[in-house]
């Protein structure tokens, strides 16, 4: 039971737009997502992360939007550069257990120059 | 230089042999997790400790064991028992539960059934 979906696969943007990065949840319970980047053979890095209080957080280039009541959430990278190539996994807890993080299935993305 | 550290980078295993994980972190972490990553999947849970000398079951326990005798250190074993071994391993921690705060990860270890 797949609770946190990311159904795009890949993306490709080119350098210098926006690249939206999607996630969906179907547990109401989940109160704290995350945003990680992970590039090949390493583990995945801490991007950015939201609690369900909230509806924005923005670091930088990153912004990262809730939509609680359509249970989605989806990342904004604005502008867009190569080194933002990676895989983004989305990751939401909050599920009764302290250690109850759930992963996505993470999203490729690919930025041109 | 606070980190995880996961060895080895790769390891093959013949099958019916156990294998041993290696994960150690200097963040000072009370916290330990093991991770099981398989492509087109996310991140799936084996086994989490939030205290030394205490661990519990993640949601693919199954053909793992693990051990937390130091606060630094968290090795999975991988079983005979485990049917579908290979997969890409990730070892991460964290300050306290994973609720409201972010994990640290490891580069990982990918292991190879031949």
């Known amino acids: 039971d797949q609770q946190v979906k990311q159904n795009s696969p890949s993306l490709s943007v080119q350098e210098g737009r926006i690249s939206i990065l999607n996630c969906d949840y179907t547990?109401?319970?989940?109160?704290?997502f995350l945003w990680y980047k992970k590039y090949p053979a390493e583990g995945p890095t801490f991007l950015i992360s939201?609690?369900?209080?909230?509806d924005k957080n923005e670091d930088g280039r990153f912004t990262v939007f809730l939509n609680k009541s359509a249970k989605h959430l989806s990342l904004h990278i604005v502008p867009s550069q190569p080194g933002d190539s990676a895989v983004y996994f989305c990751?939401?807890?909050?599920?009764?257990?302290?250690?109850?993080?759930?992963f996505g299935a993470g999203t490729r993305l690919t930025v041109k120059p | 230089d606070g980190g995880i550290t996961q060895s080895p980078k790769y390891l093959f295993r013949k099958e019916g042999q156990n294998v041993t994980l290696s994960c150690e972190q200097n963040l000072n972490h009370d916290a330990m997790y093991w991770y099981r990553q398989d492509p087109g999947q996310g991140l799936r849970l084996i086994y989490y400790s939030q205290i030394v000398n205490d661990f519990q079951k993640g949601d693919i326990a199954e053909g793992y064991s693990v051990s937390r005798e130091k606060k630094e250190s968290f090795p999975l074993t991988v079983t005979s028992a485990q049917k579908n071994p290979t997969a890409f391993y990730l070892c991460a921690s964290s300050t306290g539960g994973l609720r409201n705060t972010e994990a640290f990860f490891g580069q990982g270890t990918r292991l190879t059934v031949v």
């Open positions: 547990n109401s319970m989940f109160d704290y």
């Open positions: 990751a939401a807890s909050g599920l009764g257990s302290n250690n109850d993080m759930r």
């Open positions: 939201i609690s369900s209080i909230k």
